[in-house]
């Protein structure tokens, strides 16, 4: 906040904060150390959220967080945007949308957020209260937290997920009592799908080799059930998973008690990251440095490097191919003759099962 004398001080004590993420659920999972940083600060504060319909399962139980407004995807948001008018002290973009400026600027007396370096996002500086440069360098974590430096309060750079011993009772009631590691195997965006038939003789590995459970987990989403099924052709029969689909929070105590989990670019492998369990990550085309899974370990800076074959931060395992056009971050990729994504088609089951066996056994992962 700015005095009339132009210097910055602190919030008051019990301000109201709205926390702007119009994108999808791992982007909301990622912003939660906004929340938890200002709870921290400044525990009779008030923090909200606006997301996205379908992304608010992710902060159902976060302890930090009191009332999640939604926005139904393409709708103007008009009565929305009405009903939240200047209804709060403090506004927080975490993206560098003109909706999300939109937003911030119309729910927060004072609202702060990003804009792109571009001249066409200059009506946000003109609007927000403090507009800072959207780096495209950093990881989306530390990016999002330079939000609350003029106001501030102190970065807490840790993820928060949570759940509740209901959600842990109906997670022990699906899977038992036996050990097992659990493989997610779905995405929001079809080109970061590890192929079936990799996922199928990963399950096999795990299985016959470890002793412990490979468990697939199940999704509502079509195209999920369709990869689903794929997996279950590939494997023959004997497919272990979930006999329904969890809640996030579900989830979340199912992935806690789990061994570790195998996941893509996804949400709930953010979720095993943050939630502390062994976690191999399959990545494409995705920078790593930007979206890899955050480790709530103390870490400098990002957790991984713009690229590399096998990087190890904490209990997490990011394997990506080492080749000189990864990560190109694109959804099509411009050396495939067939309309896949190469580096993730060529990523082999064993390379990722010796990454599940280093990270539930301690033992080091090589790194080349």
Request: proline share 6%.
């Amino acid at each position: 906040m700015i005095e009339a004398s132009g210097v910055e001080r602190e919030p008051a004590q019990a301000p109201s904060f709205l926390i702007v993420c119009l994108r999808y659920i791992g982007d909301v999972l990622l912003s939660t150390p906004l929340a938890l940083s200002i709870k921290t600060h400044l525990p009779a504060a008030q923090v909200d959220y606006l997301v996205f319909k379908g992304t608010e399962g992710v902060l159902a139980k976060n302890p930090h967080v009191r009332r999640v407004h939604t926005l139904q995807p393409g709708a103007n948001g008009l009565a929305t945007l009405l009903k939240l008018w200047r209804r709060y002290d403090y506004a927080i973009g975490t993206g560098w949308s003109d909706r999300t400026g939109i937003f911030c600027f119309a729910s927060g007396r004072e609202a702060h957020g990003f804009c792109t370096l571009g001249g066409k996002d200059r009506w946000k500086r003109w609007l927000l209260k403090k507009c800072l440069p959207f780096d495209g360098r950093m990881h989306m974590v530390p990016l999002m937290l330079t939000q609350l430096e003029s106001l501030h309060i102190p970065a807490i750079p840790r993820v928060v997920m949570g759940y509740d011993a209901e959600d842990a009772r109906c997670a022990r009631e699906q899977l038992g009592e036996k050990p097992y590691v659990l493989l997610h195997p779905y995405t929001r965006q079809p080109y970061k799908y590890w192929p079936a038939s990799a996922w199928a003789n990963l399950a096999k590995m795990i299985r016959s080799e470890t002793g412990v459970r490979a468990v697939f987990t199940r999704s509502h989403a079509k195209a999920d059930a369709e990869q689903f099924e794929r997996i279950q052709k590939e494997v023959g029969g004997g497919v272990d998973s979930f006999a329904q689909p969890l809640t996030w929070t579900q989830l979340a105590a199912a992935i806690r008690a789990s061994r570790g989990l195998v996941g893509v670019d996804t949400a709930a492998t953010h979720m095993a990251a943050a939630l502390g369990v062994p976690t191999v990550a399959i990545y494409g085309s995705t920078p790593a440095s930007l979206w890899g899974p955050w480790s709530n370990e103390p870490t400098s800076g990002s957790s991984f490097a713009a690229n590399g074959k096998a990087q190890v931060c904490g209990r997490i395992t990011l394997l990506q191919q080492s080749w000189p056009c990864v990560p190109c971050n694109r959804e099509t990729c411009h050396i495939s003759e067939r309309g896949k994504i190469e580096c993730l088609e060529n990523m082999s089951p064993e390379r990722v099962f010796a990454a599940v066996q280093a990270l539930c056994t301690g033992v080091d992962f090589p790194k080349s």
